[in-house]
């Protein structure tokens, strides 16, 4: 389904939906109370159905949860297409990874339905809803049959209305990274605080390790990439990603990334523009741009080159270096060694930045910028002229890459 409809369906069924729950809520609340239960819990679920780049933002919450309850069995609700990414990140089994696919309206409630019923046979008592004011999540934290429901809720602030079934709420804070965040929701699960978020800081969220790869996997992408484009042989190669994904308004301009990539490719580089099959049309407008000044200029098209995100992360350990805009990539790249440049505008790496030392992120600090926020489902009010990605000059960015490249290949301990 495309982002549009499914804002326009948790506009208009999650606001009916989110009152006639809470409705229910308050009346079980007042006619039939629950006692107050001071055990620890039992099985714990982690909603984060939409954002692949949050599941490596949100591995220090998973960490900390099983420090913090070893004897709870750690369950995630996602999106199908998500998974890889936790999989590899190896923070719950496998098994306890439960799917729901949004690629039609009738697929994502047979999914949902199966969801919730593996939810309840599990008897999980704790739902962690980590999305941002997102209404569908917000019901599956109800329909799990957890006790405890735990979730961004707006308080006194204007924001997105999900009901008051949520009983452990929390005040969503646009200062704070979302990772932090994302451990005050863990932390809210036995707090007893006014508002749950009141509990004492415990240090910054920590950098995910690297994902373990086979090393036969990386050998393959190199043996592979050898193979097909013979011109990069012994150049040290940089990736980018020029792709804005759902939301095109993130994307650096395509004349920027064209400036950038023949700096690179004059310096001695080899240059591959990666993303999905959906992005070739722009990749080969990249390559033919940069080509075109430079015929010889080893740059090539690897959209849709690697069949998984195993894949794309061996990847990233064969490059140097990647240059993106902000979107998944990036987050991903923290799992590996590589050096990373992100590019932010309509969204602010003071909630996003990748959590690594090895990544640089370029922000304008435009007026207007950050404009996609949890309070407008991410539905920029700007034009189409993205001025705080416009002014990011390629030279600047060129000239930090070139420190990256310079840096040591391996890092540091």
Same mark, same amino acid.
């Given at each position: 389904?495309?982002?549009?409809?499914?804002?326009?369906?948790?506009?208009?069924?999650?606001?009916?939906?989110?009152?006639?729950?809470?409705?229910?809520?308050?009346?079980?609340?007042?006619?039939?109370?629950?006692?107050?239960?001071?055990?620890?819990?039992?099985?714990?679920?982690?909603?984060?159905?939409?954002?692949?780049?949050?599941?490596?933002?949100?591995?220090?919450?998973?960490?900390?949860?099983?420090?913090?309850?070893?004897?709870?069995?750690?369950?995630?609700?996602?999106?199908?297409?998500?998974?890889?990414?936790?999989?590899?990140?190896?923070?719950?089994?496998?098994?306890?990874?439960?799917?729901?696919?949004?690629?039609?309206?009738?697929?994502?409630?047979?999914?949902?339905?199966?969801?919730?019923?593996?939810?309840?046979?599990?008897?999980?008592?704790?739902?962690?809803?980590?999305?941002?004011?997102?209404?569908?999540?917000?019901?599956?934290?109800?329909?799990?049959?957890?006790?405890?429901?735990?979730?961004?809720?707006?308080?006194?602030?204007?924001?997105?209305?999900?009901?008051?079934?949520?009983?452990?709420?929390?005040?969503?804070?646009?200062?704070?990274?979302?990772?932090?965040?994302?451990?005050?929701?863990?932390?809210?699960?036995?707090?007893?605080?006014?508002?749950?978020?009141?509990?004492?800081?415990?240090?910054?969220?920590?950098?995910?390790?690297?994902?373990?790869?086979?090393?036969?996997?990386?050998?393959?992408?190199?043996?592979?990439? $050898?193979?097909?484009?013979?011109?990069?042989?012994?150049?040290?190669?940089?990736?980018?990603?020029?792709?804005?994904?759902?939301?095109?308004?993130?994307?650096?301009?395509?004349?920027?990334?064209?400036?950038?990539?023949?700096?690179?490719?004059?310096?001695?580089?080899?240059?591959?523009?990666?993303?999905?099959?959906?992005?070739?049309?722009?990749?080969?407008?990249?390559?033919?741009?940069?080509?075109?000044?430079?015929?010889?200029? $080893?740059?090539?098209?690897?959209?849709?080159?690697?069949?998984?995100?195993?894949?794309?992360? $061996?990847?990233?350990?064969?490059?140097?270096?990647?240059?993106?805009?902000?979107?998944?990539?990036?987050?991903?790249?923290?799992?590996?060694?590589?050096?990373?440049?992100?590019?932010?505008?309509?969204?602010?790496?003071?909630?996003?930045?990748?959590?690594?030392?090895?990544?640089?992120?370029?922000?304008?600090?435009?007026?207007?910028?950050?404009?996609?926020?949890?309070?407008?489902?991410?539905?920029?009010?700007?034009?189409?002229?993205?001025?705080?990605?416009?002014?990011?000059?390629?030279?600047?960015?060129?000239?930090?890459?070139?420190?990256?490249?310079?840096?040591?290949?391996?890092?540091?301990?």
């Amino acid at each position: 389904m495309n982002i549009e409809l499914q804002r326009w369906m948790d506009r208009w069924a999650g606001i009916p939906l989110c009152a006639a729950v809470s409705g229910v809520e308050a009346l079980r609340r007042r006619f039939w109370p629950t006692a107050a239960n001071d055990k620890a819990p039992c099985a714990i679920v982690v909603i984060l159905l939409s954002e692949m780049g949050s599941l490596v933002l949100a591995h220090d919450m998973f960490t900390r949860l099983k420090t913090r309850y070893p004897d709870a069995q750690l369950h995630a609700l996602m999106f199908g297409k998500n998974r890889e990414i936790l999989d590899l990140m190896r923070v719950m089994p496998p098994q306890n990874v439960h799917t729901v696919n949004d690629k039609s309206l009738s697929s994502l409630l047979t999914s949902l339905w199966t969801a919730v019923r593996e939810l309840r046979r599990a008897k999980v008592d704790v739902a962690i809803d980590c999305e941002l004011f997102s209404r569908i999540s917000s019901l599956l934290s109800y329909a799990s049959g957890a006790g405890v429901r735990v979730g961004f809720h707006r308080h006194t602030q204007e924001g997105l209305y999900r009901g008051s079934h949520l009983n452990r709420p929390v005040p969503y804070n646009p200062y704070h990274h979302i990772s932090a965040q994302f451990l005050t929701l863990a932390r809210a699960i036995d707090s007893t605080a006014v508002p749950k978020s009141k509990v004492l800081v415990l240090g910054a969220p920590k950098p995910p390790p690297q994902v373990p790869l086979d090393g036969a996997l990386i050998e393959g992408i190199k043996n592979r990439l $050898a193979q097909d484009f013979p011109a990069i042989a012994g150049k040290p190669l940089v990736l980018v990603y020029p792709g804005g994904g759902i939301l095109p308004i993130r994307a650096w301009p395509l004349a920027s990334y064209t400036t950038l990539c023949q700096g690179l490719v004059a310096d001695g580089c080899a240059v591959a523009v990666i993303g999905l099959k959906d992005d070739q049309p722009l990749a080969r407008q990249l390559v033919a741009q940069v080509q075109a000044s430079a015929p010889a200029s $080893a740059v090539i098209d690897l959209t849709g080159y690697t069949r998984s995100i195993a894949e794309l992360l $061996a990847l990233f350990h064969v490059a140097r270096l990647l240059v993106t805009n902000d979107g998944g990539p990036g987050q991903f790249a923290a799992l590996t060694p590589i050096w990373t440049l992100m590019l932010f505008g309509p969204e602010t790496p003071g909630l996003y930045a990748p959590l690594t030392p090895r990544c640089h992120s370029f922000y304008s600090q435009w007026p207007c910028s950050p404009c996609l926020t949890a309070y407008n489902h991410r539905s920029s009010y700007c034009d189409g002229d993205n001025q705080c990605l416009k002014v990011i000059a390629p030279a600047e960015v060129l000239a930090k890459a070139r420190e990256c490249l310079a840096a040591p290949v391996n890092p540091p301990a």
